[in-house]
């Protein structure tokens, strides 16, 4: 035993005498070269070839690796044995999964296999930074067989990329932007600024009629999933709602529906802040895909009728009047301290070259008046779908019991539920004026909510009607045309231009109207 211990001191004494050699006769430097030197001798007679994504690329983060880490929480299966880290994304209520330190998942992409491994490294201290950087280093190493490389390469990226994008908007709750006054930046540099867009209004809770709901939906899924359809046709994609009516007859909410239905986010634009054309084109620049842009009253947000000819304020500097000799719109407007958006600069906004800038968007612009629209607005291929959103019909009037009263059609209600079918319509109520004296009354039970709600129908028809019968025909046929989406759902509706003098969910030039 006592040889033993001797000859192992003996051992550990030379190694130890070898080491401090090498180190001297071979210096860090070398040896570090001589390492590489075998790395990558190693790496040329390897069937698999490597690729680093650092989480920081340079001061800033690398998106690559946001994205490749995000991708791996949904191929990461727990099955794959892989460890995986639990992260909630700022602003979003979904946990998602990521690959933790030091651990390896195996992915497969067009019938190859790849390897992905998380490697951390502590940050060597030292060097002067401005902004504070992660203490320790980390990367994902990609590997795939050398053969693969080629067909793999450019296309798993794209699919993680988008993969990721699509987690991301699933994971993430809606934003709201509004454009900030005047286009100010924020710190960011952006013109729009966003809050957590939380809106409970969905498809369900939209009161109107079942059919056109739903043929509303299959719209927006088909574009949605259009990807394919849109590059084959050579189109933009992007498609243009007009939502038109009275007040309080769910125009906004059926935009915060749309939103919740599709996962995008909502850019609420405010024409009234914005000063020109080039203003609002920038802004559009700034919006992302997968949103939809809202014009909400779009009647009354600017003027945008008759705009050709801008008088120039006497006391201001007069605008100069460009090369051709017309005059520059914008300076017009901005000398004159208001607006300057003209009717083809929102067109553009919608239509032309710029607004294809980006994808998959959704333009909404809403009014109570659509007779006061410029008939450029309605024409078919700028708005493609026009959604007349009418007074509270019997169909759209059950959907509200049943939100607001859990009413499941009991029969001890038939009597109360006969007489609001027969007096709904007359009394033109919006659903905004049923939901207050459901509201109200709901905590009284069920019969007796509806029994409140049938007596101010009731009053309301029977004042209409008796309004109506104390004026002369002429008069009453004047205010039916002044009166606002006075169209009855179902009729057609009194928009006074060609465009929408089409019948319910006939589609002319891709254009519905609903
Ligand atoms: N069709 C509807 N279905 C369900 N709720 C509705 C509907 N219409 C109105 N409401 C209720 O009335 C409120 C006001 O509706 P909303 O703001 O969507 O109307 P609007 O048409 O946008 O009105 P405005 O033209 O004044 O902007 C909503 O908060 C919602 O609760
Ligand atoms: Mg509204």
Same mark, same amino acid.
């Not at 195996?106 to 490697?119: I, K, R, S």
């Not at 902004?131 to 280093?137: A, D, G």
């Not at 050709?308 to 201001?316: G, I, S």
């Given at each position: 035993?006592?040889?033993?211990?001797?000859?192992?001191?003996?051992?550990?004494?030379?190694?130890?005498?070898?080491?401090?050699?090498?180190?001297?006769?071979? +210096?860090?430097?070398?040896?570090?070269?001589?390492? /590489?030197?075998?790395?990558?001798?190693? /790496?040329?007679?390897?069937?698999?070839?490597?690729?680093?994504?650092?989480?920081?690329?340079?001061?800033?983060?690398?998106?690559?690796?946001?994205?490749?880490?995000?991708?791996?929480?949904?191929?990461?299966?727990?099955?794959?044995?892989?460890?995986?880290?639990?992260?909630? +994304?700022?602003?979003?209520?979904?946990?998602?999964?990521?690959?933790?330190?030091? $651990?390896?998942? @195996?992915?497969?992409?067009?019938?190859?296999?790849?390897?992905?491994?998380?490697?951390?490294?502590?940050?060597?201290?030292?060097?002067?930074?401005?902004?504070?950087?992660?203490?320790?280093?980390?990367?994902?190493?990609?590997?795939?067989?050398?053969?693969?490389?080629?067909?793999?390469?450019?296309?798993?990226?794209?699919?993680?990329?988008?993969?990721?994008?699509?987690?991301?908007?699933?994971?993430?709750?809606?934003?709201?932007?509004?454009?900030?006054?005047?286009?100010?930046?924020?710190?960011?540099?952006?013109?729009?600024?966003?809050?957590?867009?939380?809106?409970?209004?969905?498809?369900?809770?939209?009161?109107?009629?079942?059919?056109?709901?739903?043929?509303?939906?299959?719209?927006?899924?088909?574009?949605?999933?259009?990807?394919?359809?849109?590059?084959?046709?050579?189109?933009?994609?992007?498609?243009?709602?007009?939502?038109?009516?009275?007040?309080?007859?769910?125009?906004?909410?059926?935009?915060?529906?749309?939103?919740?239905?599709?996962?995008?986010?909502?850019? $609420?634009?405010?024409?009234?802040? @914005?000063?020109?054309?080039?203003?609002?084109?920038?802004?559009?620049?700034?919006?992302?895909?997968?949103?939809?842009?809202?014009?909400?009253?779009?009647?009354?947000?600017?003027?945008?009728?008759?705009?050709?000819?801008?008088?120039?304020?006497?006391?201001?500097?007069?605008?100069?009047?460009?090369?051709?000799?017309?005059?520059?719109? $914008?300076?017009?407007?901005?000398?004159?301290?208001?607006?300057?958006?003209?009717?083809?600069?929102?067109?553009?906004?919608?239509? *032309?070259?710029?607004?294809?800038?980006?994808?998959?968007?959704?333009?909404?612009?809403?009014?109570?008046?659509?007779?006061?629209?410029?008939?450029?607005?309605?024409?078919? *291929?700028?708005?493609?779908?026009?959604?007349?959103?009418?007074?509270?019909?019997?169909?759209?009037?059950?959907?509200?019991?049943?939100?607001?009263?859990?009413?499941?059609?009991?029969?001890?209600?038939?009597?109360?539920?006969?007489?609001?079918?027969?007096?709904?319509?007359?009394?033109?109520?919006?659903?905004?004026?049923?939901?207050?004296?459901?509201?109200?009354?709901?905590?009284?039970?069920?019969?007796?909510?509806?029994?409140?709600?049938?007596?101010?129908?009731?009053?309301?028809?029977?004042?209409?009607?008796?309004?109506?019968?104390?004026?002369?025909? *002429?008069?009453?046929?004047?205010?039916?045309?002044?009166?606002?989406?006075? +169209?009855?759902? *179902?009729?057609?509706?009194?928009?006074?231009?060609?465009?929408?003098?089409?019948?319910?969910?006939?589609?002319?030039?891709?254009?519905?109207?609903?």
């Amino acid at each position: 035993m006592r040889e033993y211990w001797t000859a192992l001191a003996s051992l550990m004494g030379a190694v130890a005498f070898m080491q401090g050699f090498l180190h001297a006769v071979f +210096p860090p430097e070398l040896r570090a070269a001589v390492a /590489r030197l075998l790395g990558r001798m190693t /790496r040329s007679f390897s069937p698999y070839c490597y690729f680093d994504v650092t989480e920081m690329d340079g001061m800033s983060n690398n998106e690559i690796y946001d994205a490749v880490q995000l991708y791996l929480s949904s191929t990461a299966a727990p099955s794959s044995g892989a460890r995986l880290s639990l992260t909630r +994304p700022h602003n979003a209520s979904s946990f998602t999964f990521g690959l933790a330190a030091s $651990d390896r998942v @195996v992915d497969a992409f067009l019938g190859a296999a790849v390897t992905w491994e998380h490697v951390v490294a502590p940050r060597q201290s030292g060097g002067f930074s401005w902004r504070p950087l992660p203490e320790e280093k980390r990367r994902f190493t990609l590997r795939i067989r050398r053969g693969d490389r080629e067909k793999l390469l450019p296309a798993y990226l794209d699919h993680i990329l988008a993969t990721a994008q699509e987690i991301r908007r699933r994971s993430q709750d809606r934003l709201l932007y509004t454009n900030a006054r005047g286009g100010a930046m924020d710190g960011r540099g952006l013109p729009w600024d966003p809050v957590p867009f939380k809106h409970p209004s969905t498809f369900d809770t939209l009161a109107m009629d079942p059919d056109r709901k739903e043929s509303i939906k299959a719209d927006l899924r088909d574009f949605a999933d259009g990807s394919a359809f849109y590059e084959r046709t050579g189109r933009a994609w992007k498609r243009g709602y007009l939502l038109y009516g009275p007040p309080g007859t769910g125009k906004s909410s059926m935009i915060a529906a749309m939103a919740n239905f599709l996962g995008y986010d909502v850019y $609420d634009l405010e024409l009234t802040e @914005v000063s020109s054309n080039a203003e609002l084109r920038k802004l559009l620049m700034k919006t992302t895909s997968k949103s939809i842009i809202v014009i909400e009253d779009i009647d009354c947000s600017v003027d945008l009728t008759n705009r050709a000819a801008l008088p120039a304020p006497a006391p201001k500097p007069r605008p100069r009047p460009s090369i051709d000799g017309s005059v520059d719109q $914008d300076a017009a407007g901005a000398a004159a301290g208001r607006s300057s958006i003209t009717l083809s600069g929102l067109l553009n906004f919608t239509d *032309g070259l710029w607004s294809c800038c980006g994808s998959e968007r959704i333009f909404v612009f809403t009014t109570n008046h659509i007779e006061k629209l410029d008939p450029a607005l309605l024409r078919s *291929g700028r708005m493609d779908m026009h959604v007349f959103m009418s007074y509270c019909s019997f169909p759209a009037l059950k959907i509200l019991l049943k939100n607001y009263l859990c009413f499941q059609g009991d029969a001890d209600c038939a009597e109360v539920m006969r007489g609001l079918e027969e007096w709904i319509d007359a009394a033109e109520i919006t659903p905004a004026d049923v939901s207050e004296v459901l509201i109200k009354n709901r905590r009284n039970g069920e019969k007796q909510a509806m029994e409140e709600l049938l007596d101010v129908i009731k009053a309301r028809a029977e004042k209409r009607v008796g309004t109506a019968a104390g004026r002369k025909d *002429g008069e009453v046929e004047e205010e039916e045309k002044r009166a606002v989406g006075s +169209p009855k759902e *179902g009729k057609e509706p009194a928009a006074g231009n060609d465009s929408c003098e089409v019948g319910q969910d006939e589609e002319t030039d891709g254009k519905k109207q609903l």
